[in-house]
């Protein structure tokens, strides 16, 4: 695990660095970059339902989320917040409660897998390619990034405000 800032992260960017020095490099070197963050480790979570059976759950916490101090337990509110409007339809309504932020869609039986193995003649042509195409700038991506960020951030606070005891929220991949 190499979460920016994380003792995981440091400890492969110095692992890095000596690899390079021992290949000689002569400006092998960790600089500082970006703002600085809270470190944060994932130790150990579990999610489980308990009723009306027991199933656990595949699910992962989000970096950086706060932690628990013991476990925590309460009714399942399925809701949909996508934006800022959405919050009127549920304020008042969240405390003590877990919130499933989207419906679980079902995945098709039928939809096509999410990755292919490339024949021999596709990568036949893509060996043939001697100048692949430009990259997407990074530029392009840092809007839509940054509002995501934000989005998040008034999401975290209004359930706080709201008394959420947690969030869940399907994978967007299938």
Same mark, same amino acid.
């Given at each position: ?24 490099? /002569? ?20 999610? %489980?339902?308990?009723? /009306? ?51 679980? %869609?079902?995945? %098709? ?24 195409? %430009? ?40």
């Amino acid at each position: 695990p190499r979460l920016a800032g994380s003792p995981g992260f440091l400890q492969a960017a110095r692992w890095a660095v000596e690899r390079l020095r021992g290949w000689k490099v /002569p400006v092998a070197r960790l600089e500082p970059w970006g703002r600085r963050t809270p470190s944060w480790v994932l130790e150990r979570y579990s999610v %489980e339902m308990t009723a /009306p059976w027991y199933q656990r759950l595949t699910a992962f916490p989000r970096a950086w989320s706060r932690p628990t101090l013991s476990p925590v337990e309460g009714p399942i509110m399925v809701v949909r917040l996508r934006g800022d409007s959405d919050f009127a339809q549920v304020q008042g309504l969240l405390r003590g409660r877990i919130v499933l932020n989207g419906a679980i %869609e079902p995945v %098709e039986r039928d939809s096509p897998p999410p990755f292919h193995r490339l024949t021999a003649t596709e990568l036949d042509s893509l060996e043939r390619l001697t100048r692949p195409g %430009e990259p997407a700038s990074w530029a392009d991506d840092v809007e839509p990034w940054r509002a995501g960020i934000a989005w998040r951030r008034r999401l975290s606070a209004f359930l706080a405000r709201e008394g959420a005891l947690a969030l869940i929220e399907p994978s967007r991949t299938s």
